[in-house]
C-alpha cells in the first residue's frame, strides 16, 4: 500500500540517475556491467513513462548512449589492432571510459552540494543585523550624482539580506501573518467527513481546497490520522485509486 | 544553567531582536526563569556592560522593553566611520531600499518601511541626491504620500534597457511552476514527518 | 589610546555596520592605526569572543569583511523567539548548480550542463536571483558565452572567508545513504509496479 504521493523527479537527471542503479545495485563504478545497467536504466524510463511522466530528453540521450556503448562491448576487436600488437595496449580504449570519467566528475559535485548544504546550515544558525540607522549623528548627504561602482548584484544582494532578515523576524513583528490552517483543525474535519460517510470514500476527495497550504496540511493529517490508526486506508493495486474510511467504522 | 550563560543568551536574543527590542516576560520565558529573576540578571547585565571598558555595547529600556545599543561615548567613532571616503558605493540600506522601490514602484515611504522593518528616511535621501529615484506621484487617501519610483539613471547605472529587464526575483519564478512547489512542498513536510 | 578601548570601539562599529560589515582598512582608518595591528587586533577579539561565556557574539569574517554574529551554539534559544531560517532555501538542482560553478569558476552554462547532465537554465536564473552567482565575463570563442563565477552573497550565505576556504572537493568518496533517500523511495515504488 503505498499512501503518499512519491517525488516525480528524485533525481537531477540521466547521471544522477544511474548512480544512483549503480549505488543500489552495488556495483564498482570503474567496471560497470553495462548490460544489466542499462537493462535497468530502460526499466526506469518505461515507468516513468508508464506512469505517464515527462521524460527530459537527457534522459533519452543517455539510453542512446548506454545501447551504443553496450553494442560496442559485443563487438570483437578491430582488425586493425591486429595488425599492431605493441599498440593494442594503449589503443584498446574500453567503450566505458568516458562515461565512467562523466560519473565520477559529477559525483564530486553531487557530494559538494551536500557540503554546501551543510555550511549553509551552519551560517543559518548564526544570525546578523541589518546595519543601525547612523542618521542623527552625520550629515546631510551632498547631492552627488552617478560614478557609483554598484551593480545589480550588489543590490540583489542586499534584497537577499532583507528578505532572510523578514524570513527571521516575523513572529517578532506585530504584521498581520498569513492565516494557517492548524493541522489538529483538519483532522478533525476529516474524521467528521468520513464518519458522516458510510463506506469508503476517495483520497483524492479529501482534497477537495486546492489552495496549497491546505493540501499540504490535509496531506499531514492524513498522515497523522493514519499513524493514530483512526483511519484506514486502501488501494486495490498499485497506481489505482486510493480510499479512506473511518477505523470505526469497520 | 547558571547566570554566566545566560548573560551570553540574553546577548544573543538581543541582538537577535534589534530596535523591537524584547520584555522582560520574553527574556524570562527563554530562560525558564521568574521575570523577578529575570529582572535581576538584566540589571546586573546593564551594569556590567557599562563598567566594562572592553565592551562598546550597552542595554538601553524602552518603554518596557529591553534592547542593545552602541555606548554613547563611541558616537564620535561611529561618525568618522559614516564620513570615511571610501564611499562611493551604496549603503546596505540604500540598496535594499532602492531594491524595493525597483521591484514594488510607485511605492511610499510608508510602505517601504514596513517591508524593511526599519525607518528609510536617510537612504531616501541618499539616493534622491543620487538620483537613482524621484518621486513619480502622491497616494490616494489621507496624507497623499509621495510615491517613489526609479529613474533613467538608475537604468543606467545597472545597466538595464527598462525596468522590466530586472531579473526576477525568485519567488516570482518560482510561481511559474506551482506543481512543481507542491510536490517538493509534500515531500519536504512528508520526510519532516517521517523524521517526527 | 590603549588596547582595551579599542575592543569597545570595535564593537560599536561592527554592531552600527551590521551585515555590511567592515573592512580591515575602515577599523584602522578610524583607529588611526596600521591595518597589520587592527588585523591583530580583530584576531584577538575573535578568540576572546568565543572563549568568553558571557557573551552571546562572535565576528564572522567574510568576503573580506568583518561582521557580528550570534553565536551558533545560541540558535536553540533564537529559535524560542525568531523563526530559524534553517531549511535550506535551495533546490537540489541549484545547490549542484551552485557547487560546479563554486569549484570550477569561471565557467559557462554549457560547461555546467556537460557536468550535471542536465539542462541549467532555471537554476542559474534562481542563482542570479538570489545574487550568490553572477556573470564574470565573457568566454573566448564564438558565441562568447557568459561566463559565471560566485559573489559576496555566496560567501555570507555559507559562511567562507574567501573561496579558498571551500572544503576540498571530494575525490572519492562513499555514496551517501541520506541523499539517496529520495531516490530509494522512488526505486521502490517502481520496483513495485514491475512485480505488479
Keep these: 500500500m503505498q499512501h503518499y504521493n512519491v517525488k516525480i523527479d528524485a533525481f537531477e537527471g540521466p547521471l544522477d540517475l544511474l548512480l544512483h542503479l549503480i549505488n543500489r545495485l552495488e556495483i564498482d563504478i570503474y567496471d560497470i556491467p553495462v548490460a544489466e545497467i542499462t537493462e535497468q536504466y530502460l526499466i526506469f524510463i518505461h515507468t516513468m513513462k508508464e506512469l505517464e511522466l515527462d521524460i527530459a530528453s537527457e534522459y533519452l540521450v543517455m539510453a542512446a548512449t548506454l545501447l551504443a556503448i553496450k553494442s560496442k562491448m559485443l563487438l570483437p576487436k578491430h582488425e586493425e589492432e591486429a595488425f599492431d600488437e605493441d599498440m593494442t595496449l594503449e589503443m584498446e580504449e574500453d567503450p566505458r571510459d568516458e562515461l565512467v570519467e562523466r560519473l565520477v566528475e559529477y559525483r564530486k559535485f553531487k557530494e559538494a552540494a551536500e557540503d554546501l548544504k551543510e555550511l549553509e546550515h551552519e551560517r543559518s544558525l548564526m544570525y546578523t543585523k541589518p546595519p543601525s540607522d547612523l542618521t542623527e549623528i552625520t550629515k546631510e548627504t551632498k547631492s552627488e550624482k552617478a560614478n557609483l561602482e554598484v551593480s545589480l548584484y550588489d543590490m540583489l544582494g542586499a534584497l537577499q539580506k532583507l528578505m532572510r532578515r523578514k524570513k527571521l523576524q516575523k513572529p517578532l513583528s506585530t504584521r498581520i501573518t498569513r492565516q494557517e490552517i492548524p493541522i489538529e483543525m483538519r483532522i478533525n474535519e476529516i474524521m467528521k467527513e468520513l464518519k458522516g460517510f458510510k463506506g469508503k470514500k476517495s483520497f483524492n476527495d479529501l482534497f477537495s481546497v486546492s489552495n496549497r497550504e491546505h493540501v499540504v496540511v490535509t496531506f499531514l493529517a492524513i498522515l497523522e490520522l493514519i499513524k493514530r490508526r483512526d483511519i484506514h486506508v486502501t488501494q486495490e493495486m498499485n497506481f489505482s485509486e486510493i480510499f479512506v474510511e473511518a477505523t470505526e467504522g469497520i | ?196
Excluded: C, H
Design chain 2, 1 to 196: 544553567m547558571n547566570i554566566v550563560n545566560w548573560y551570553g543568551i540574553v546577548e544573543s536574543l538581543l541582538f537577535a531582536a534589534g530596535d523591537e527590542g524584547l520584555s522582560l516576560k520574553q527574556i524570562a520565558s527563554v530562560l525558564e526563569v521568574e521575570e523577578m529573576q529575570a529582572k535581576e540578571m538584566m540589571d546586573g547585565l546593564i551594569v556590567s556592560l557599562q563598567e566594562d571598558k572592553k565592551r562598546g555595547m550597552t542595554v538601553l529600556e524602552i518603554g518596557g522593553t529591553y534592547q542593545l545599543a552602541t555606548k554613547k561615548e563611541n558616537a564620535v567613532y561611529l561618525k568618522k566611520l559614516v564620513e570615511s571616503p571610501s564611499t562611493s558605493t551604496l549603503s546596505q540600506a540604500a540598496l535594499e531600499t532602492l531594491a524595493v522601490i525597483a521591484y514594488k514602484q510607485p511605492i511610499t515611504r510608508v510602505e517601504i518601511e514596513e517591508i524593511r522593518g526599519v525607518k528609510t528616511e536617510r537612504p531616501l535621501q541618499t539616493l534622491s541626491a543620487k538620483a537613482l529615484i524621484k518621486e513619480v506621484g502622491r497616494a490616494e487617501g489621507n496624507g497623499r504620500a509621495y510615491l517613489y519610483g526609479t529613474t533613467k539613471e538608475f537604468l543606467d547605472t545597472f545597466g538595464l534597457k527598462n525596468i522590466a529587464e530586472l531579473p526576477k526575483l525568485p519567488e516570482q519564478s518560482e510561481e511559474d511552476d506551482i506543481t512543481q512547489n507542491e510536490a517538493d512542498l509534500f515531500f519536504e513536510k512528508f520526510q519532516e514527518s517521517l523524521e517526527s
